[in-house]
């Protein structure tokens, strides 16, 4: 017979990673928008400022997306108050969300997407950009922007059916266009997964830390 001890707690499956680069330049990878994703992200940007940074890189390659409310509430974290999306349904009622409260952060900021960075990833870097707040780097984004409902039939079988779509702050379409960086980079054809890239590979990392040196990094969001 063993006896074990065993603490009940949440597990965070997908938690943001951070790492200090050159140039007091803080980066965070968010692999998904879950619950509480959010609030990690503040704990975690607060943790970078004390280690000096004064410049972030948001990585979201490779994110598919998650809870829209979690990547609302780090937009509302970057932004003054203003438009972070709006949501428009078949009678075309539209349906605007705005950010709240004045920034938490004001630091300058670079987000970094791919093909596989999804719907939640999507908003949050359309937020971002066309609010002139961060430039986005990389390569154009998958464009998933709708909202899909499911409805219960009397026999136990559900009906999923679109109800809503997406819209950015300067009222374009997400869904089958996605979001065009403001600087296109590639990565190197000797990448042979996207999901797998060597620091030394990495040509759109490298491109983020480049823009942040420059003095005039904020010429670069407009």
Not at 96 to 110: D, G, I, L, Q
Request: glycine share 6%.
């Amino acid at each position: 017979k063993i006896e074990l001890e065993i603490k009940r707690e949440k597990i965070n499956t997908n938690p943001i990673t951070i790492e200090m680069l050159e140039n007091n330049i803080g980066y965070l990878k968010i692999p998904s928008f879950d619950e509480d994703t959010a609030n990690d992200f503040k704990e975690k940007i607060e943790e970078l400022q004390k280690k000096g940074a004064k410049k972030i890189i948001i990585d979201l390659r490779n994110n598919g997306g998650g809870i829209v409310n979690e990547a609302t509430d780090i937009a509302d974290m970057l932004l003054e108050k203003g438009q972070t999306i709006s949501t428009v349904d078949n009678n075309n009622k539209r349906e605007v969300t705005y950010s709240k409260n004045k920034p938490e952060f004001t630091m300058p900021v670079v987000v970094i997407t791919n093909e596989n960075s999804a719907s939640a990833s999507e908003i949050l870097a359309c937020s971002l950009q066309d609010n002139e707040r961060a430039k986005i780097i990389g390569t154009k984004t998958y464009g998933k922007g709708i909202i899909q409902t499911l409805l219960s039939l009397a026999d136990g079988s559900g009906l999923k059916i679109t109800t809503e779509e997406y819209y950015t702050p300067k009222g374009t379409t997400i869904h089958k266009v996605g979001i065009t960086p403001n600087e296109e980079v590639k990565l190197p054809d000797t990448v042979k997964s996207v999901y797998s890239v060597t620091r030394e590979e990495d040509t759109q990392l490298q491109k983020a830390i480049e823009i942040l040196g420059e003095e005039n990094w904020h010429e670069f969001t407009k």
